[in-house]
Protein backbone atom coordinates (compact mmCIF):
# COMPACT_ATOMS: atom_id res chain seq x y z
CA UNK A 1 0.00 0.00 0.00
CA UNK A 2 1.07 3.56 -1.23
CA UNK A 3 1.08 6.61 0.99
CA UNK A 4 0.57 9.54 -0.56
CA UNK A 5 2.08 13.03 0.72
CA UNK A 6 0.34 16.00 -0.25
CA UNK A 7 1.65 19.26 0.72
CA UNK A 8 1.39 22.94 -1.39
CA UNK A 9 4.18 25.55 -0.91
CA UNK A 10 7.38 26.95 -1.57
CA UNK A 11 10.25 24.39 -1.89
CA UNK A 12 12.88 25.71 0.53
CA UNK A 13 16.36 24.44 0.38
CA UNK A 14 16.84 21.09 1.29
CA UNK A 15 17.88 20.41 4.98
CA UNK A 16 19.95 17.23 5.86
CA UNK A 17 20.95 15.78 9.37
CA UNK A 18 24.47 14.18 9.36
CA UNK A 19 23.76 10.90 10.45
CA UNK A 20 24.13 6.98 9.15
CA UNK A 21 22.59 7.21 6.67
CA UNK A 22 22.17 11.04 6.01
CA UNK A 23 18.12 12.04 6.66
CA UNK A 24 16.96 14.53 3.68
CA UNK A 25 13.92 16.22 4.41
CA UNK A 26 12.11 17.98 1.29
CA UNK A 27 11.12 21.57 3.21
CA UNK A 28 8.18 23.14 1.51
CA UNK A 29 6.18 26.17 2.63
CA UNK A 30 5.53 24.95 6.75
CA UNK A 31 5.80 21.22 5.83
CA UNK A 32 8.73 19.00 5.98
CA UNK A 33 8.32 15.55 4.53
CA UNK A 34 11.05 12.65 5.34
CA UNK A 35 12.72 11.70 2.03
CA UNK A 36 15.23 8.82 3.02
CA UNK A 37 11.39 6.59 3.55
CA UNK A 38 10.58 8.13 -0.57
CA UNK A 39 13.71 6.67 -1.88
CA UNK A 40 12.89 4.61 -4.59
CA UNK A 41 9.00 5.59 -5.12
CA UNK A 42 7.57 7.77 -7.64
CA UNK A 43 6.86 11.53 -6.43
CA UNK A 44 5.42 14.38 -8.52
CA UNK A 45 5.96 18.02 -8.39
CA UNK A 46 3.94 20.73 -10.16
CA UNK A 47 5.40 24.18 -11.13
CA UNK A 48 2.54 26.48 -10.70
CA UNK A 49 4.52 29.14 -12.78
CA UNK A 50 5.23 31.16 -10.39
CA UNK A 51 8.66 32.24 -8.23
CA UNK A 52 8.39 34.56 -5.14
CA UNK A 53 11.26 35.71 -3.57
CA UNK A 54 12.14 33.79 -0.14
CA UNK A 55 12.73 37.23 1.62
CA UNK A 56 10.46 39.62 0.46
CA UNK A 57 7.93 37.63 -1.66
CA UNK A 58 8.46 39.15 -4.59
CA UNK A 59 7.37 38.48 -7.61
CA UNK A 60 10.22 37.59 -10.36
CA UNK A 61 11.42 36.10 -13.55
CA UNK A 62 14.27 34.86 -11.77
CA UNK A 63 15.74 33.56 -8.54
CA UNK A 64 19.63 34.13 -7.35
CA UNK A 65 21.14 32.72 -4.58
CA UNK A 66 18.87 29.53 -3.71
CA UNK A 67 15.38 31.82 -4.17
CA UNK A 68 16.23 35.47 -3.78
CA UNK A 69 14.93 38.14 -6.14
CA UNK A 70 17.49 40.28 -7.47
CA UNK A 71 17.27 43.30 -5.22
CA UNK A 72 17.24 40.77 -2.18
CA UNK A 73 20.31 38.84 -3.52
CA UNK A 74 21.71 42.69 -3.82
CA UNK A 75 21.51 43.49 -0.11
CA UNK A 76 21.01 40.94 1.84
CA UNK A 77 24.32 40.14 3.89
CA UNK A 78 23.05 36.07 4.00
CA UNK A 79 23.78 36.16 -0.27
CA UNK A 80 26.80 37.84 0.33
CA UNK A 81 29.64 35.82 -1.35
CA UNK A 82 31.60 34.54 1.94
CA UNK A 83 28.39 33.37 3.41
CA UNK A 84 27.21 31.44 0.01
CA UNK A 85 30.76 30.37 -0.76
CA UNK A 86 33.45 31.10 2.30
CA UNK A 87 36.30 29.56 0.02
CA UNK A 88 35.91 32.89 -2.01
CA UNK A 89 35.87 35.29 0.47
CA UNK A 90 37.71 38.17 0.43
CA UNK A 91 40.18 38.81 3.50
CA UNK A 92 40.59 42.39 4.32
CA UNK A 93 43.66 42.64 6.77
CA UNK A 94 43.74 45.13 8.80
CA UNK A 95 46.83 46.95 10.66
CA UNK A 96 47.30 45.81 14.13
CA UNK A 97 47.29 48.56 17.07
CA UNK A 98 48.47 48.02 20.28
CA UNK A 99 46.57 49.82 23.36
CA UNK A 100 47.94 53.19 22.93
CA UNK A 101 46.69 53.64 19.14
CA UNK A 102 50.35 53.16 17.87
CA UNK A 103 51.27 50.16 16.00
CA UNK A 104 53.53 47.83 16.64
CA UNK A 105 57.03 47.80 15.62
CA UNK A 106 58.77 44.46 13.89
ZN1 LIG B 1 13.25 39.80 -2.39
Redesign the pocket.
Known sequence: MSKTVDVTGRLRKMPADAGDPVSYVLAVGDARVPLNELIGKPLRFDFEGVIR?I????I?KKSFSQG??Y??FRKLAACDTCIMSPRSAIIIWAPVVNQSGARPTA
Request: aromatic share 10%; proline share 10%.
Open positions: CNCDRTFCPC
